[in-house]
């Protein structure tokens, strides 16, 4: 009931007892941040756990099984395993390959355009897709986009749903010359939503110095092709930073360089009603939308409607 403090622990172990623990991830058997949840189980007294998957971290990786079933309790793996592998895909992208899980947000017109002739910004979703992007914001370690959207669009980047704003993500912006204006929101925002820049080596130190007085945290990678920068280095930064899941949201250029990198786990296509017309930016700059629609790489994993638009979430084959 509300307003009454818990039960004891002690109390609360005793009503766990022979009790069975459904998870979705193997419990962990070694100091972290946390004592070991493996121990917490065999404490309560519980007689089975259900694991849908084992966990890849080497520091885990069937020790926690091995302790549950050392201590006499039933152990079964397995369950909802393929579930559970997409809700830890962070997890285990970070473990696996030492960068985070990439979702790819396009929000495209029905001619496959994402701005008018002279990339001017044009609403091309309703109310409701854009809903769905702040939850999937707030549900992403961080967000990304180039120098070029925040110049273009002077975005916040923040989750903006009523009572979220705490969800918000950490806003990542690929610079390699820091260009990034003193006078943006990102900037002047740094100090209540973090800002990470990714620069280059060469990029001038006094740039760099004014955005850390700002709030905003500068990252070194190495430089990447023609005016870009190392993108599996900057996800190897992201991740050590602990990013599990990195929401890609940039513009043209921005997304074809993820998807030609093959570095694109996951995309959600949301397509509004209405086209742009001749002049407008194509979705992945000179790629065709089809060379992930049509790609035998993706497939369509979930779609909804979204009012008068249109979600198609893909994931790899």
Known sequence: PRGRAPPPRRRRHRAARGATLYVTLEPCSHFGRSPPCADAVVAAGLARVVSAIEDPNPDVGGKGHARLRAAGITVDVGPCAAEAARDHAGHFRRITDKRPHVILKLAVSADDKIAASGHKPVAITGEAARTRVHLLRAQCDAILVGIGTVQADDPLLTCRLPGMAERSPVRVVLD?????????????????????????????????????????????????????????????????????????????????????????????LLRGPDAIGAGGVPALDAMPLDAITQSPAFRVRASETLGKDSLNIYERA
Do not use: C, Y
């Open 176 to 268: 390699r010359a820091l260009r990034i204006s003193g006078d943006s929101r990102l900037v002047h925002s740094a100090r209540e939503t973090p800002l990470w820049v990714m620069t280059s080596d060469m990029a001038e130190a006094p740039a760099a110095v004014k955005l850390g007085a700002a709030g905003a945290q500068v990252i070194r990678v190495a430089a990447g092709a023609p005016a870009g920068l190392d993108l599996p280095a900057v996800l190897h930064a992201l991740a050590e930073k602990g990013t599990t899941r990195l929401l890609v949201e940039g513009g043209a250029r921005v997304a074809n360089s993820f998807v030609a990198a093959g570095l694109v786990d996951e995309i959600w």
